[in-house]
């Protein structure tokens, strides 16, 4: 079963596929480690409920921000967008 480490008070509710491990990086932002060690990009969360979309976010260091990949409806879908967009 994959790990999930978080302190956030919303943490992903879906379960994570491939090993991947979330480290919280604010509120409702994980950084997406895979398990090589290797760092896949970041979760974010938006909304509550059955209202909340999971953002698969990747840094671009020419732009110094993050880019959403896309948005998805578990947080399991988001993880493997950035463990197969590489």
């Known amino acids: ?3 999930l480490r978080t302190t956030s008070p919303l943490p992903p509710r879906d379960p994570l596929v ?3 491990t979330l480290v919280a990086a604010s509120e409702n932002l994980w950084r997406v480690i895979g398990p090589s060690g290797r760092i896949l ?3 974010g ?3 509550d409920g059955t209202a909340r979309r999971y953002l698969a976010l990747r840094y671009q260091p020419a732009q110094r921000r993050l880019r959403e990949l896309g948005s ?3 947080a399991a879908d988001a993880v493997d967008c950035l ?3 590489r």
């Open 45 to 47: 969360a938006r909304g």
């Open 41 to 43: 990009g970041h979760l």
């Open 18 to 20: 491939n090993g991947a």
């Open 72 to 74: 998805f409806w578990n």
């Open 1 to 3: 079963m994959p790990a």
């Open 83 to 85: 463990r197969w967009s």
